[in-house]
């Protein structure tokens, strides 16, 4: 199967296309990129396909079947929406546009099309999430009743001032960077519950003067730019009710607190679950009269292997996997709302 990977930044390179290299029923076609010398780089590094700079012309080949798209946020739904109606597959890096209103619009093309659209919230082919999932499923937490999540750093705004910090690129800052892959996290194990209400707050507050901003680590620093943009949020709060568990959300990019908090807890009347993002998780309950705790032990396999794995089995077989957009735009509609809470200072009420 001919694939193509669109966009040859950060992602694209330590994910999509080591995991495209290793699947034996793909031959990466084309490299495209706006950047001609990173597409000419990456065709000279992997030793294979075509150096291109225009998306278009991998839409106009035949022997094209599918796609990643790791680009920025502002050209996901464009670059999807044209995809698909040149019989292309599309698997979407996350989140899958930057509003709610250019998701349903890749909703709608995706059934008017019949086309494939994954999107790339990767932790649904993690091990741990997996089994977690399984854990709630089989009811060995009970009622879950609450979920906490926290992804929370001291000082890590990516490439300040660049595409990731500029609203008009990104959509948004820490919420729709990371918080996306929390909150799928929650929504996948839980089973995609409705959601009811949500009461949000967002603050854009460290990294406003770029210049004199002082960071420990700095993902993306290629793209960092002093004279450029900040008008994201660098953290947020959120209280979500759903038609099940009450879900808290509390995540910075950079925080002037120096610990780094990555977690989400599972609460139910039976027991709970931490999971230590990108990690392994712990079961806490009581048992005979005692309390208990453990880690369950297994190997922990390439979530980005696997997504891909599974991205080209689906393309051949039909199958519609965890990440198609009809499962996971529940996250995409929960971030607008919480966007929309914290504009507007009140709770937002979905129907």
């Given amino acids: 199967m001919k694939v193509a990977v669109i966009g040859c930044g950060t992602i694209a390179n330590a994910e999509h296309i080591p995991a495209y290299l290793k699947n034996p029923h793909v031959e990466i076609k084309y490299f495209c990129d706006i950047v001609p010398e990173r597409a000419h780089a990456a065709v000279e590094k992997y030793q294979c396909g075509t150096a291109v700079t225009d ?22 739904a464009p670059i999807a929406i044209d995809a698909m109606r040149a019989e292309k597959h599309v698997l979407c890096e996350k989140p899958a546009s930057r509003t709610w209103d250019e998701v349903q619009e890749m909703i709608r093309v995706q059934h008017e099309t019949g086309m494939t659209l994954n999107i790339g919230v990767v932790n649904r082919f993690n091990d741990s999430v997996r089994r ?12 879950v009743y609450h979920v906490y999540v926290s992804f929370r750093a001291h000082r890590s705004i990516p490439g300040i001032g660049g595409p990731f910090t500029t609203r008009a690129i990104a959509g948004g800052g820490a919420l729709i960077d990371w918080g996306v892959h929390y909150l799928d996290i929650v929504m996948y194990c839980l089973g995609d519950p409705q959601t009811k209400t949500v009461s949000g707050e967002t603050f854009c507050q460290l990294g406003r003067d770029i210049p004199d901003y002082v960071y420990t680590n700095m993902w993306s ?16 709060t959120a209280l979500i ?16 607190i120096g610990v780094k908090e990555t977690y989400i807890d599972f609460m139910g009347d039976k027991g709970g679950i931490r999971l230590d993002y990108g990690g392994k998780f712990t ?15 297994f190997e922990m396999t390439d979530m980005f292997q696997n997504e891909i ?3 080209v089995d689906c393309v051949q077989t039909g199958k519609k996997l965890p990440s198609h957009i009809d499962t ?3 996250t995409a509609r929960m971030m607008q709302a919480i966007y929309d809470s914290a504009a507007r200072h009140e709770e937002i009420r979905l129907d």
């Fill in 55 to 76: 998306y278009h012309a991998v839409l106009q080949d035949p022997e094209v079947a599918a796609l990643s798209i790791c680009t920025p946020n502002n050209v996901h």
């Fill in 132 to 143: 977690i999932k399984q854990y709630i499923d089989a009811g060995k937490l009970g009622h």
């Fill in 221 to 236: 620093s290629r793209t960092r730019d002093v004279n450029g943009t900040y008008d994201v949020d660098d953290s947020v």
């Fill in 241 to 256: 009710r759903t038609e099940g568990p009450v879900i808290t959300v509390h995540g910075a990019w950079a925080q002037n």
């Fill in 283 to 297: 079961f806490y309950g009581a048992e005979f009269g005692s309390l208990i705790s453990y880690q369950p032990e």
């Fill in 309 to 311: 794995d599974a991205f």
């Fill in 328 to 330: 996971v735009a529940v």
